[in-house]
C-alpha cells in the first residue's frame, strides 16, 4: 500500500499553512448552515481548526465558537488571527466538551484524517439531539494560470513521492462515509461551490510546503525543497480555481 503521510504532520508549517492555504467559500458556508438550521445563537465546535480558516468564518456567524485541535503549533497561530473564538487542546477522539453541548460540529479538510466508529460517536456526544455535522473539503485543483512549467511540476512530483500520498484521496475514496452511516446520524447531504482563488509568489509556496505529504518532511528537505522552488517559480500572481465541497447530517433527534 502507498505511503501515507501522518495527519500531525502539519503543526511543522504552521505559518506556511495559514500564509497559503485558500479560506473557504462564504456562499457554501451559508448553503450549510441555513441547511442546518442553525441561528446566530448557536454554539458550535470547529473540529481539527488548525490555523483556524474555517474558524475565523465561524465566529461572525455563532453566538460562541470553540475550536479544538491537537497541534499545539496550529492552536498558537489560532489564537493569534481568530480570537474570538475558544481555543482548546484536543481531538477527535478526545473532545474536551460535555454531552450534548454544541449545536453543531463543523470539520474542514480534516475529517478523513480520523473518521472512525469512535470518533464519529464522540462527535455525537457532544452534539445536541437532532444537532448537526458539517464537513468541508477542497476536492479539485485547476492547472495554476499562469503555468508553473514542467520543471517545477518534476520537483513537486518528486517531493510527493519520497513525502507520501497526501490527504486528497483518503477523501475521494469516499471511506470516510462508512462510520457515518453506521452511526446515529441521518442521511449526508452535499453542496458545491467553485471559485478562483489568488496567490502572489509566497503564498503558492507556502501552500505547497504545507500540503501533508510536504510538511511531514525533515527541515532540510523542506528547505531544499522551498530553495529550488523559489528559483523555478518567478515572482509574479497566480490564479488557481479550486472545487470545495460541503458536506451535511444530523444526528437522530
Ligand atoms: C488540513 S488541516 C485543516 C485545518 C483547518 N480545519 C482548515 O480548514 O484549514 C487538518 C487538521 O486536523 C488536525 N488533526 C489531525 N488529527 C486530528 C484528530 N485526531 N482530531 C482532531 N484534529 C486532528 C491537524 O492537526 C490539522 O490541524
Known amino acids: ?116 466508529d469512535e470518533t464519529v460517536a464522540e462527535i455525537a456526544r457532544v452534539l445536541r439531539p437532532g444537532g448537526g455535522l458539517a464537513i468541508f473539503w477542497n476536492v479539485w485543483f485547476g492547472e495554476t494560470e499562469p503555468p508553473m512549467g514542467d520543471a517545477v511540476d518534476a520537483v513537486l512530483d518528486e517531493a510527493f513521492v519520497r513525502g507520501g500520498a497526501p490527504g486528497l484521496p483518503k477523501v475521494l475514496s469516499g471511506a470516510w ?25 509566497e503564498q503558492w509556496l507556502a501552500n505547497m510546503l504545507s500540503v501533508s505529504s510536504i510538511a511531514a518532511q525533515s527541515d532540510h528537505d523542506r528547505l531544499v525543497l522551498a530553495t529550488r522552488l523559489r528559483e523555478l517559480v518567478p515572482d509574479g500572481e497566480y490564479r488557481w480555481r479550486i472545487r470545495t465541497v460541503g458536506y451535511w447530517t444530523r444526528l437522530d433527534g
Open 177 to 201: 462515509r462508512q462510520p457515518l452511516e453506521r452511526s446515529r446520524f441521518g442521511p449526508v447531504h452535499e453542496a458545491e461551490a467553485e471559485r478562483e482563488v489568488v496567490r502572489d509568489h
Open 1 to 116: 500500500m502507498a505511503r501515507e503521510a501522518p495527519p500531525d504532520a502539519f503543526g511543522n508549517t504552521a505559518r506556511e499553512y495559514e500564509l497559503g492555504r485558500p479560506e473557504w467559500p462564504e456562499e457554501l458556508i451559508d448553503r450549510v448552515v441555513g441547511e442546518l438550521g442553525l441561528g446566530a445563537d448557536a454554539t458550535v465546535l470547529d473540529l481539527g481548526a488548525g490555523t483556524g480558516k474555517l474558524t475565523r468564518a465561524l465566529v461572525p456567524r455563532f453566538a460562541r465558537v470553540i475550536a479544538v485541535e491537537p497541534d499545539g503549533a496550529m492552536r498558537t497561530v489560532l489564537e493569534e488571527v481568530v480570537p474570538g473564538a475558544e481555543a482548546l487542546f484536543g481531538s477527535a477522539g478526545a473532545i474536551p466538551l460535555g454531552a450534548e453541548s454544541v449545536d453543531a460540529v463543523f470539520t474542514a479538510e480534516a475529517f478523513h484524517w480520523f473518521a472512525s
